[in-house]
Nanobody, 124 residues
Framework: QVQLVESGGGLVQAGASLRLSCAAS????????MGWFRQAPGKEREFVAA????????YYAEPGKGRFTVSRDNAKNTGYLQMNSLKPEDTAVYYC?????????????????WGQGTQVTVSS
């Protein structure tokens, strides 16, 4: 079992940056691949980015390519999502997720553990 807690969301203007954090506890963090997802009102939860257990493999969904950077610090049991050049369409609740196994994973059903989410609101 691993527990995940996101932080770092907020209200920003278009063009601003935010860094989301995902603090993990309960099990050895570097045993788990991580993913970031988001869910806007009335929409399904969608994949944003994923990072492998070691951080050596990274995968982004198209909306975040070139603007978002996913990373992790296994010594601190924390994952990060750096978001730059934010747009109003990035407004959503952002979730981090974790699962065991090698590689990266990009669907909701791939993940066993989820955080509670953090709200990101981008005004125009």
């Amino acid at each position: 079992q691993v527990q995940l807690v996101e932080s770092g969301g907020g209200l920003v203007q278009a063009g601003a940056s935010l860094r989301l954090s995902c603090a993990a506890s309960g099990r050895t963090f570097n045993n788990y691949a991580m993913g970031w997802f988001r869910q806007a009102p009335g929409k399904e939860r969608e994949f944003v980015a994923a990072i492998s257990r070691s951080g050596g493999t990274i995968y982004y969904a198209e909306p975040g390519k070139g603007r978002f950077t996913v990373s992790r610090d296994n010594a601190k049991n924390t994952g990060y999502l750096q978001m730059n050049s934010l747009k109003p369409e990035d407004t959503a609740v952002y979730y981090c997720a974790a699962r065991g196994g090698a590689g990266t994973f990009s669907t909701v059903r791939d993940y066993n553990y989820w955080g509670q989410g953090t709200q990101v609101t981008v005004s125009s």
